[in-house]
T-cell receptor
Framework: DAGITQSPRYKITETGRQVTLMCHQT?????MFWYRQDLGHGLRLIYY???????DKGEVPDGYVVSRSKTENFPLTLESATRSQTSVYFC???????????FGPGTRLTVL | AQSVTQPDIHITVSEGASLELRCNYS??????LFWYVQSPGQGLQLLLK??????LVQGIKGFEAEFKRSQSSFNLRKPSVHWSDAAEYFC??????????????FGKGTHLIIQP
């Protein structure tokens, strides 16, 4: 089915471990985004990408790394997870014309 | 830097009553404005969006919103709420100049409680 998928949907890890959250979209939209959602903060932009091999920092990029070797994939890596990175992570893509923004189902990450 | 303010963290409304959720933004350029709804444990669903034209926009589930440039506001309204409207509501602004897109800035959300 067409859409945005995220994996895993739930993840528990320990402080200091590396974790990669996957995001895959089937439309070949150029723009993709990673947000984190925390109580009292709404959603905040972590990183975004305008195309393959083009990425840029959002509001809260520290502690995260992204890559975009293929248009359809936009993985987010926590190189050394910290408890403050416990959150729900949403991936999104944008279709520019006609405009539409599409969100994935989210990944709930717990760092112990 | 752009910002979005949703001044009400929680709102309680009786079923059948009218609803207005407030949203104010601070943005340097002409904004693109959105309202999303999120049910517990679920993802985000777009209710409506405003890019240009008629400042009163209609969305899904009977919601509407009005863009008021002079007040930098984009308030969400519904004439009669249903128990199923209980959820978290997020206002967001974006900037898509020249085909570019640098992500959305979200408000912190308003939690809507429906009383029977």
């Amino acid at each position: 089915d067409a859409g945005i998928t995220q994996s895993p949907r739930y993840k528990i890890t320990e402080t200091g471990r590396q974790v990669t959250l996957m995001c895959h979209q089937t439309w070949s939209h150029s723009y993709m985004f990673w947000y984190r959602q925390d109580l009292g903060h709404g959603l905040r932009l972590i990183y975004y990408s305008a195309a393959a091999d083009i990425t840029d920092k959002g509001e809260v990029p520290d502690g995260y790394v992204v890559s975009r070797s293929k248009t359809e994939n936009f993985p987010l890596t926590l190189e050394s997870a910290t408890r403050s990175q416990t959150s729900v992570y949403f991936c999104a893509s944008i279709r520019l014309a006609p405009h539409g923004q599409f969100f994935g189902p989210g990944t709930r990450l717990t760092v112990l | 830097a752009q910002s979005v303010t949703q001044p009400d963290i929680h709102i309680t409304v009786s079923e059948g009553a009218s609803l207005e959720l407030r949203c104010n933004y601070s943005y340097g350029a002409t904004p693109y404005l959105f309202w999303y709804v999120q049910s517990p444990g679920q993802g985000l669903q777009l209710l409506l969006k405003y890019f240009s034209g008629d400042t009163l926009v209609q969305g899904i589930k009977g919601f509407e919103a009005e863009f008021k440039r002079s007040q930098s506001s984009f308030n969400l309204r519904k004439p009669s709420v249903h128990w199923s409207d209980a959820a978290e509501y997020f206002c967001a602004v974006g900037y898509f100049s020249g085909g570019g897109a640098d992500g959305l800035t979200f408000g912190k959300g308003t939690h809507l409680i429906i009383q029977p």
